[in-house]
Nanobody
Framework: QVQLVESGGGLVQAGGSLRLSCVAS????????MGWFRQAHGKEREFVAS????????NYADSVKGRFTISRDNAENTVYLQMNNMKPEDTAVYYC?????????????????????WGKGTLVTVSS
C-alpha cells in the first residue's frame, strides 16, 4: 500500500498561484501513475491532471490546460501541482491519487476509478 499526504492548499486571490505537494510513503512513488482530482462544495469530484510513472506523459482537464502543471520527483516520492492564473472556480478540495501501473511507465489515466489510493485532500480557496 501507499499513503498519500497533500499540502500547500490555502487562500489565494484570483490571478494568483499555489503549488500543491503530495508526499507518498509505504512504497516507491515510481510504481504509480499519479493524479490530482478536485471536488467543489456540492459538486462531483472531477479530474484535474495526471502524470505517468516516468513523468513523460501528462494529461489535463480542459478547464486547467495552460494554467496548471503536474510534475513529479520520484527520488523525493513527491508529486506536485503548480497552479497559476487561478480563478474562483478552482476553489475545491484537491486530492492526490495513485494508480498502480506494474506494466506501463507512460500511462496517465484520467478516470478516478483507475486510482487505487487517495489522500485526504487539501483545501484551495480562490477569492475574486
Amino acid at each position: 500500500q501507499v499513503q498519500l499526504v497533500e499540502s500547500g492548499g490555502g487562500l489565494v486571490q484570483a490571478g494568483g498561484s499555489l503549488r500543491l505537494s503530495c508526499v507518498a510513503s509505504g512504497r516507491p512513488l515510481s510504481a504509480y501513475a499519479m493524479g490530482w482530482f478536485r471536488q467543489a462544495h456540492g459538486k462531483e469530484r472531477e479530474f484535474v491532471a495526471s502524470i505517468s510513472r516516468n513523468g513523460v506523459t501528462t494529461n489535463y482537464a480542459d478547464s486547467v490546460k495552460g494554467r496548471f502543471t503536474i510534475s513529479r520527483d520520484n527520488a523525493e516520492n513527491t508529486v506536485y501541482l503548480q497552479m497559476n492564473n487561478m480563478k474562483p472556480e478552482d476553489t475545491a478540495v484537491y486530492y492526490c491519487a495513485a494508480n498502480l501501473q506494474p506494466f506501463s511507465t507512460t500511462t496517465s489515466p484520467s478516470n478516478a476509478n483507475a486510482f487505487n489510493y487517495w489522500g485526504k485532500g487539501t483545501l484551495v480557496t480562490v477569492s475574486s
